[in-house]
């Protein structure tokens, strides 16, 4: 990673004040109701029931805790690399190598969805950063980006003045919320249960996030290949609730 970059990065986590409208930016990223189709997507969780792999809350909260340290070894290097250089051409250059780097075609179909939506949001709500609208345009108009999820969330989370810990921190949150979200939706567990569960997995996800922070893309990899395997399995679910 370039020096310069690493040190600004190292100025953001001191306690330099930014714009206070950033930080209400920062805060509506993480919102459930900001509207980027996270809640149609179990990341594989609906097709590990069917082929009775998840049948209860603890199996359940194996899965989470699996599923997040694929996460994190996979795609925390996208959105540290993107958090930390957030220009159109770093941002494209990642997004292209994430593409050709997921295998799994329904987990590709679900990142290009959410990072859509996102990039979208983004675009039309954060009016504060008028550089995302002109990416967007640019990118959607050549016809070649993907805008996949993981690049897209670090783009933004860089834009709008989040240093790159956090920004990792809270895509590992975001992807916690929204399978233990879909978990309740198939009836493994129940609201108050999901709270519950929710932070009793805080500490495991901390971890996690610590162990994979701040790697290079070279160190990009899956660490459960069982999961990938599984929400590829999707397509073929004779019945189903989410898109992936």
């Known amino acids: 990673m370039e020096p310069d970059l690493v040190e600004t990065d190292k100025k953001r986590k001191r306690n330099v004040p930014i714009d206070s409208t950033l930080q209400w930016s920062q805060w509506q990223l993480l919102d459930s109701i900001l509207p980027t189709g996270g809640f149609a997507h179990s990341f594989g969780l609906e097709a590990a029931i069917q082929a009775r792999l998840v049948s209860g809350p603890d199996d359940l909260k194996t ?17 540290y690399s993107t958090t930390l250089n957030p220009t159109l051409d770093n941002w494209q250059n990642l997004n292209g190598i994430l593409d050709a780097t997921l295998t799994n075609e329904v987990g590709r179909k679900a990142s290009v969805s959410q990072g859509s939506s996102l990039m979208r949001v983004a675009a039309a709500a954060f009016t504060e950063v008028p550089s995302l609208k002109s990416m967007r345009d640019v990118s959607a108009g050549s016809g070649v980006v993907s805008f996949h999820h993981a690049p897209v969330f670090g783009l933004i989370c860089g834009l709008v003045g989040m240093d790159s810990g956090t920004s990792q921190r809270a895509y590992m949150y975001v992807t916690m919320r929204d399978v233990i979200s879909a978990a309740t939706r198939l009836n493994l567990v129940g609201p108050l249960g999901a709270s519950v569960l929710q932070h009793q997995i805080a500490s495991v996800a901390e971890a996690m996030s610590k162990k994979w922070m701040d790697r290079p893309l070279e160190d990009a990899c899956q660490t459960a290949p069982l999961l990938d395997t599984l929400q590829g399995c999707h397509g073929y679910l004779f019945s189903r609730l989410f898109c992936s």
Do not use: A, R
């Not at 899965?63 to 959105?79: E, R």
């Open 63 to 79: 899965y989470i805790i699996q599923l997040l340290d694929n996460t994190g070894s996979l795609l925390l290097p996208f959105v």
